[in-house]
């Protein structure tokens, strides 16, 4: 039987942010990293903040249509975690199609688990190419109609 990796599985309401603050990347990379501290599978905050920053050295997570998956591989973390967070403001994230960032999916995972992380970064890179789910995702007004709607979307 495969399983089946649900990017909801991984989430939680209290790593959803629909009101980033940040107006660079430096700093919302920051306060992404801020925002997957408060997961318990998470040992330290500055760990993630380094490995995202030294992820992003190697070419922009900004993957196009307002879209960044910023990611990394630590051991500051003791699971696949995964925040989500949204911004008013769109970021100049230097994507791959020069547009700017609102919808960011961040996502940290130990190097053991390198299986689950490439089918979750594989999974929220097929979701998001729809505009349709990019639309919902920018209309969610709570937590939960984020998680509510990642998870519709994933059933299909």
Do not use: W
């Not at 990796?5 to 801020?34: A, N, P």
């Amino acid at each position: 039987m495969v399983n089946i990796v649900k990017i909801t599985d991984y989430m939680s309401e209290d790593l959803i942010s629909l009101d980033l603050k940040s107006k660079s990347k430096e700093e919302v990379l920051h306060e992404l990293s801020e925002l997957m501290s408060k997961s318990s599978t998470v040992s330290d905050k500055a760990s993630i903040y380094k490995a995202l920053v030294d992820r992003e050295k190697l070419g922009s997570t900004g993957i196009g249509k307002g879209v960044a998956i910023p990611h990394a591989k630590t051991d500051a973390v003791t699971g696949l975690t995964i925040a989500f967070g949204i911004s008013k403001e769109k970021i100049d994230f230097k994507s791959l199609d020069s547009e700017s960032v609102n919808i960011f999916f961040v996502f940290a995972s130990p190097f053991k688990d390198s299986q689950i992380y490439l089918k979750v970064l594989a999974r929220i890179s097929r979701l998001i190419r729809e505009e349709s789910f990019r639309e919902k995702l920018l209309h969610c007004k709570t937590p939960k109609e984020v998680l509510e709607c990642i998870d519709k979307e994933e059933a299909i």
